[in-house]
């Protein structure tokens, strides 16, 4: 699918476009650059993906995964999240169907930063969940913003989608940005140890449609049988 190179709005234009092979089979990179230049505060990149799969002009119940990006795992195999884990799969699973589309947006640490992530993972590190860590900091729980995912999508021409997330907010914050959400369908990654308190702190403090089992019980209790 060829997207043409304009500039979409004052705020959003397409960079660059090429074909790029993954693990999941060839997708089509687009780049995006939200606003002018990086924000001095948290040296957030504007530059936003788009990773199409197939032709999305125009159809209805296109399956989109809106991601933040999360270096700590995506890059360095961070155990602390299912960020990595989710990424790969809503990759797979759009492999599979021939159509949808990743974006990925650039604001790390749910929109604080990685400088700050890694202060609130100093935190959490001490026994503080990933809410409090981030507002110990003086810090929102969610900083992040959709404009930038939901021009993308206009952009893209997609009439309306169906949104790969267990985050009531995302899902809240797309529709009040125009996005056609026709369904929901869950990204649930099975917890490990590391990651098993952060889900449980999603399903309980942030209102992630998650497990409503303990996670962090089932988790620990596996971890602990396997090591039997
Ligand atoms: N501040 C902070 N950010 C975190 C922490 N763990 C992961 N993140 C960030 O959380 C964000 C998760 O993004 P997504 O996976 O797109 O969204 P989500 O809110 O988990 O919702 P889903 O669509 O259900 O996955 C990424 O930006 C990660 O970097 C943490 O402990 N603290």
Redesign the pocket.
């Known amino acids: 699918m060829h997207v043409p190179t304009a500039v979409i709005r004052p705020q959003l234009v397409i960079g660059a476009q090429a074909p790029v092979p993954t693990r999941y089979g060839m997708f089509e990179m687009v780049v995006f650059r939200w606003g002018d230049a990086p924000d001095p505060e948290t040296g957030l990149s504007p530059d936003h993906v788009a990773l199409i799969k197939g032709d999305v002009r125009g159809q209805r119940g296109v399956t989109v ?9 995506e890059v360095f195999g961070s155990l ?4 990595r884990e ?2 790969e799969a809503a990759q797979e699973e759009i492999a599979r169907r021939g159509q949808g589309v990743v974006l990925y ?1 650039r ?6 930063g990685l400088a ?2 890694i202060r ?2 100093g935190l ?1 590190a001490r026994g503080h969940d ?1 809410v409090d ?2 507002r110990l900091l003086g ?1 929102p729980d ?1 900083a ?1 913003m959709y404009e930038a995912a939901a021009a993308m999508i206009a952009h893209l021409g997609i009439a309306s989608i169906r949104l ?4 009531p ?2 899902i809240e914050a797309l529709s009040k940005l125009g996005v056609q959400i026709v369904s929901r369908a869950p ?1 649930i990654i099975q917890p490990n140890p590391f990651s098993a308190p ?1 889900l449980d702190a ?1 399903r309980r403090r ?1 209102g ?2 998650l497990p409503s089992e303990d996670l962090t019980e089932s988790a620990l209790g596996e971890a602990i049988g396997d090591a039997e």
């Open positions: 995964r809106v991601h933040s990006e999360c270096l700590t795992s602390k999240c299912d960020c989710q990424l947006l604001q790390e640490g749910r929109g604080i700050n992530k609130a993972y959490q990933t860590a981030n810090l969610d992040r790969l997330t267990n985050n907010e995302k990204s952060y999603k942030m992630h449609a």
